[in-house]
C-alpha cells in the first residue's frame, strides 16, 4: 500500500513538471517562429537594397556620355550636372553596400540565436537525444 502511494505521489509530482516543460517547450517554439519571421523580413530587405545597388551601379556605368548623348534638346549637359549626379550615385552605392552588411550581421545574429533557442528546444522535448541521430 505503501508503495502505491509513493508511486502515485511520483506521478502526481512528475506531472506537473511535464506540464511546465510543455509550456517551456510552447513558449520556445514561439520565440523561435518570431525569429524565423524576422530572419526573413531581414532577408527580403537584403534582396531589396541588392537591387537598388545593383540599379544605381548600373546607371553609373550607363552615365558615360557618348556622342549621341552628349546633346539634350539642343544643349550639352553641364560638367558640374553630370559630375554631381555621379557624386550622389555613387554615395547611394556606399549607403546601400553599409545598409547590406549591417543587414547580414542583424541576420548573421538572428541565426545563431535562433540555433541557440533550438538546442535548448531539442533538449526539453522527451524522447529527443541528440546524439542519437543518424549521420547523413
Do not use: W
Amino acid at each position: 500500500m505503501k508503495l502505491l502511494f509513493f508511486c502515485l505521489l511520483l506521478v502526481s509530482m512528475s506531472v506537473p513538471a511535464v506540464a511546465g516543460n510543455e509550456k517551456q517547450i510552447f513558449e520556445l517554439e514561439a520565440v523561435i517562429m518570431q525569429q524565423q519571421q524576422e530572419q526573413q523580413i531581414l532577408f527580403q530587405r537584403f534582396q531589396m537594397l541588392q537591387e537598388l545597388r545593383r540599379h544605381e551601379i548600373t546607371q553609373i556605368e550607363q552615365a558615360l556620355p557618348t556622342g549621341s548623348d552628349i546633346i539634350i534638346n539642343g544643349e550639352a549637359p553641364k560638367y558640374e550636372d553630370t559630375a554631381r549626379q555621379r557624386k550622389e550615385r555613387a554615395e547611394r552605392v556606399h549607403r546601400y553596400t553599409d545598409e547590406l552588411n549591417e543587414l547580414y550581421m542583424r541576420y548573421q545574429e538572428t541565426e545563431n540565436e535562433r540555433r541557440a533557442l533550438i538546442e535548448q528546444l531539442n533538449g526539453l522535448k522527451p524522447g529527443k537525444d541528440v546524439s542519437a541521430e543518424p549521420k547523413k
